[in-house]
């Protein structure tokens, strides 16, 4: 079908006289167009200004816009404003960068200086007005109202009408009155041009030849232009008039349209607006150049034009069309349009060295601004184009190689093969070349012109490219990458890598081989056999790469369906995951004549001598410098457009966020007018994650959720290719913390849990001192109880034994006995409400006791109480008449049935904190391993338990048991704990 399609061409060709014409080149490209529904509420721009920030100022239906190049907002008046800020005609900006915004009428009052962008405007109070070229009227410039009065009555003599503040109408003036500076005015009337020196108030009259003359204001510079294209530049330094030549400016077309011609200055250059057309005027000395920057569609008309800081970027204001942006072309295009059929589409071109283009069409010559086509039958189905070291050109078609002179005018040979179809050429060894022939063979010509054939392996399937270094054949096959090397006259095929859908390869001269894969993007495999994947541009362009091109200034060039894409080689040379690659796409948006290209031929690319480069599109052939095209991205600082959080907007200067928002937003932007996927952001948080993340095409960021604290979100931006050369913005960001972590939220709460916590601990310990005192109440009640036990169990058994004397020993002798009764009786209750007594009241109230007991049964024991030095018998306490029931228990049962004298010894010591009292006698013992339970013995356990609650000892000890010393008795031990009585 390819061939029968090229063949139809090739007839109609023959039947059709055709002239291909060379595409127009100016000096800027239009790519976009931004009208209501856009951002303008209406498509009226009558004035535009540049503020510091490189953003642009427009007026757009009597309100103020402020453009950034990527979204824009309209300025709102404050609330209760003055009809001020809703009438605006006139912006200016002087030479020291000030800003001017004009209301309503041109008086002084009704002038404003722009600060802060737009959001502030100061009326002037005094002085001249400050304007420039385009401020007011073009027709009608004025400097002061003061100098506009003297002017009009010197010349006129004060015959014109004045308004009611003494101020001629500039409407009756509009097209003989032009005012340059303080010094000059030029006034035009028919054939007279008037020049007005203000300072001495004189009028020189200057003649023109005959004709109908149309006059621009330029800077401090005014030209006359008549209908026979004669031009004159009138200065204010110059007395006389000069003739001038006016090239590339159509006075035709100026002359028949007045109306619709005017004059703009900025701070570096002046304009002609003639219809649709904006003419830039380059020179004055001697000659006055119309440059054509810019031709719009018909039917526009242009209120004002301005550049860019560097001039890359050309905006034109227009009254019915809204805003036009173009840009700086380093891109032509040659384009061949042959009727309805088009021939743009090649596989392979050939630039020569006269500059003639050898195409699949043909041969084209250029001759002014058109090419001749000189069609030869013989390149009609050529597939590809090849010009070696020593100048000769080859084609290849169908089965048929065919060497040329070095501007095709002579064939000088043609060579045969089998298999046909050959195409993708490539240099093998100095003037040795390589192709493919029918997608299964390599063709090897030498420098005799000698060609041989290599059938590759069928199992590689199709060859779909190949590229050579190193002296080394890489071929892309339907198998994968496949290297093949000539060795003893043949050629030795090896299956390197198993990379499919292999669209283009290139081998560079470091012998790393760059695979196009279709529609997965590029892939290095590097000498080593390493692969790796790199990664592609935001818009996935480089996912069909049709073929790589690497100039002499480093950069790879790789033209894709979707644009021409720029990158610096040494970033994929030096490519490992997780690096960023800048890329930048060169497309119909940024001025690319073209963004579809096509082919995978070799070669794919043509350089001339002169260091131009041509590559087929669907539009033809473009060309251009690399060398000219510089660091193409923004030069602008980033900075944010909006910051919302959770919809709202809020100031990105201030940001204290509550705990519980959802989403922080923003829109970041930098005043750019290309393709926005150049524009090449990355952020991170370095308390979250230190590792770059890039932004997508539309340069927003969302945050979701964040732990309260301190944030720091940084940006940069790349302006260019070098990564060490990027803008740098950082934003603060605080998350306050929860209300119930907040500082005076904790106070609170400590405040509250320790008012609690008191509350609670005091009222523990009144529950637990009223406890205590309770127990303590309990504790010496009970004491008392075991003592009132105690009490008539002793009284009980004195008075037994006194009855027993009574009848043994008489009246006299008891009567002394009742006497030590009753002084021991009296003892006990005198003190029968102390239930803790010291250790010597206890003593002495035992030593009573033992005496008393010695009157009633004289010379039946004795008795001794030692007591340690150490023994501190006032501080300790002990139970009230704690050894009574021991002593009697000796007594009564320990002597009851000896024969000998009975003896209590009672030993109190201490250890450390402890109390030690032991009470031993030399009776009976306890018979059978059975305690003598006694009643007494069984009160003084009670009391130790309670004395043991009272004193909060952690243990009292008592014991009995039959001594061990070798003397026949019973041994009674109490240890407890020191308690010394508060």
Not at 328 to 341: A, D, E, L, M, R
Not at 750 to 755: E, R
Not at 936 to 952: A, D, R
Request: a positive charge; hydrophobic letters at 40%; one cysteine or more.
């Amino acid at each position: 079908m390819l061939y029968i399609a090229r063949f139809f061409i090739c007839f109609q060709l023959l039947v059709v006289n055709v002239k291909p014409l060379l595409a127009q080149r100016q000096s800027y490209t239009l790519i976009k167009r931004y009208t209501v529904g856009d951002f303008l509420p209406q498509n009226i721009i009558t004035g535009m200004a540049e503020d510091s920030s490189g953003n642009l100022i427009l007026i757009n239906g009597f309100k103020l816009v402020l453009f950034d190049g990527f979204r824009s907002f309209i300025w709102k008046p404050p609330e209760n404003a003055d009809k001020k800020y809703q009438a605006f005609v006139g912006l200016g900006k002087t030479k020291a960068g000030i800003t001017y915004a004009l209301c309503e009428a041109a008086q002084l009052s009704n002038i404003y200086q722009l600060k802060n962008g737009i959001d502030e405007l100061e009326p002037l109070s005094s002085g001249v007005i400050p304007i420039c070229a385009s401020i007011q009227s073009p027709r009608s410039l004025l400097t002061s109202p003061a100098f506009f009065t003297r002017i009009t009555t010197t010349l006129f003599r004060g015959k014109l009408p004045v308004n009611t503040n003494g101020y001629i109408n500039p409407e009756i003036l509009r097209n003989i009155f032009f005012v340059v500076n303080e010094d000059f005015a030029f006034a035009l009337q028919q054939r007279i041009v008037y020049r007005i020196n203000s300072k001495t108030e004189t009028i020189e009259a200057i003649q023109l030849p005959a004709g109908n003359w149309q006059a621009f204001l330029l800077s401090n510079s005014l030209i006359l232009i008549n209908d026979k294209r004669q031009c004159y530049l009138l200065d204010n330094l110059t007395k006389g008039i000069g003739m001038i030549t006016a090239t590339h400016l159509p006075v035709a077309a100026l002359l028949q349209s007045a109306k619709r011609a005017y004059s703009f200055s900025d701070e570096n250059n002046d304009f002609i607006v003639i219809e649709n057309a904006v003419y830039r005027v380059n020179e004055y000395n001697g000659k006055a150049i119309f440059e054509l920057l810019l031709q719009l569609p018909p039917d526009v008309f242009i209120t004002s034009v301005r550049f860019n800081k560097d001039a890359s970027i050309l905006f034109v204001a227009t009254l019915n069309a809204g805003l036009f942006i173009a840009t700086k072309s380093v891109f032509s295009t040659y384009s061949f349009p042959h009727n309805n059929i088009s021939t743009n589409i090649f596989y392979s071109h050939l630039r020569l060295k006269n500059g003639n283009i050898l195409t699949t069409d043909g041969l084209f010559i250029p001759e002014g601004n058109s090419f001749q086509n000189k069609r030869f039958t013989t390149f009609v189905t050529a597939n590809s184009f090849y010009k070696n070291e020593s100048g000769f050109v080859f084609t290849l078609q169908d089965d048929t190689l065919s060497k040329w002179t070095a501007d095709v005018s002579a064939r000088l040979k043609v060579i045969e093969f089998k298999g046909g179809g050959g195409y993708s050429f490539v240099r093998y060894k100095n003037d040795c070349l390589a192709f493919i022939a029918r997608d299964t063979s390599i063709m090897i010509l030498d420098d005799k012109d000698s060609l041989f054939q290599f059938s590759a392996l069928t199992r590689y399937g199709a060859f779909i490219s190949l590229s050579v270094s190193n002296e080394k054949i890489w071929i892309g096959t339907d198998s994968g990458l496949v290297s093949a090397q000539l060795v003893g006259g043949g050629l030795h095929y090896k299956l390197v890598h198993s990379i499919r859908k292999i669209k283009t390869i290139y081998a560079d001269k470091n012998n790393v081989v760059w695979i196009g894969v279709r529609g997965q993007g590029i892939v290095r495999y590097d000498p080593s056999g390493k692969v790796t994947a790199i990664p592609v541009d935001k818009r996935k362009s480089l996912y069909d790469v049709h073929n790589f091109y690497e100039d002499n200034f480093g950069f790879f060039w790789l033209p894709t369906n979707n644009g021409l894409i720029q990158v610096l080689k040494k970033d994929l040379d030096e490519y490992v995951p997780g690096n960023v690659v800048f890329y930048y796409r060169h497309s119909i948006s940024t001025g690319l004549p073209e963004s579809e290209f096509n082919s995978s031929s070799n070669p794919y690319i043509n350089l001339s001598a002169e260091g131009e480069l041509t590559f087929p599109s669907m539009r033809g052939l473009i060309s251009f410098y690399p060398g000219k095209i510089k660091a193409p991205s923004p030069l602008y600082p980033l900075r944010v457009k909006e910051c919302t959080v959770d919809g709202n907007a809020v100031d990105v200067n201030h940001l204290i966020l509550p705990y519980n928002f959802s989403k922080l937003s923003f829109a970041f932007t930098s005043p750019y007018f290309g393709a926005p996927e150049n524009l090449l952001v990355d952020y991170r948080i370095p308390e979250l994650d230190t590792s770059w993340q890039s932004l997508d095409l539309s340069s927003n960021l969302d945050i979701n959720r964040l732990p309260f604290g301190t944030y720091t979100i940084e940006l940069r931006k790349y302006n260019g290719f070098n990564d060490s050369k990027y803008d740098l913005l950082s934003i603060r960001v605080v998350v306050r913390k929860p209300w119930y972590l907040q500082s005076w939220f904790l106070l609170i709460l400590i405040f509250l849990v320790s008012l609690i916590i008191y509350l609670v601990t005091l009222w523990w310990y009144n529950q637990k001192l009223e406890k205590s005192k309770l127990n303590n109440l309990i504790i010496e009640s009970e004491l008392k109880r075991i003592r009132t036990q105690i009490n008539p169990h002793f009284i009980q058994n004195t008075f037994n034994t006194l009855a027993f004397q009574l009848r043994l020993n008489g009246v006299e002798k008891a009567v002394d006995s009742i006497r030590h009764v009753s002084a021991y009786i009296l003892n006990v209750l005198e003190n029968s409400d102390q239930t803790i007594s010291s250790l010597e009241d206890v003593l002495i109230d035992t030593e009573n006791y033992l005496q008393m007991q010695q009157f009633v049964h004289p010379d039946h024991f004795t008795y001794l109480i030692h007591v340690d030095d150490n023994v501190d018998t006032i501080g300790v306490f002990l139970p009230a008449m704690l050894l009574q029931p021991i002593v009697e228990n000796s007594i009564k049962h320990g002597f009851k049935n000896i024969t000998y004298s009975g003896f209590i010894l009672v030993k109190v010591s201490q250890q450390e904190a402890k109390l030690e009292i032991e009470v031993l006698d030399n009776g009976s013992g306890i018979l059978n391993d059975k305690v003598n339970r006694s009643f007494g013995l069984e009160l003084t356990q009670k009391m130790l338990y309670f004395y043991k609650i009272k004193s909060k000892a952690s243990s009292v000890k008592i014991s009995l048991e039959n001594r061990k010393d070798g003397i026949s008795g019973v041994s009674c031990k109490i240890i407890l704990p020191l308690f010394v009585k508060s």
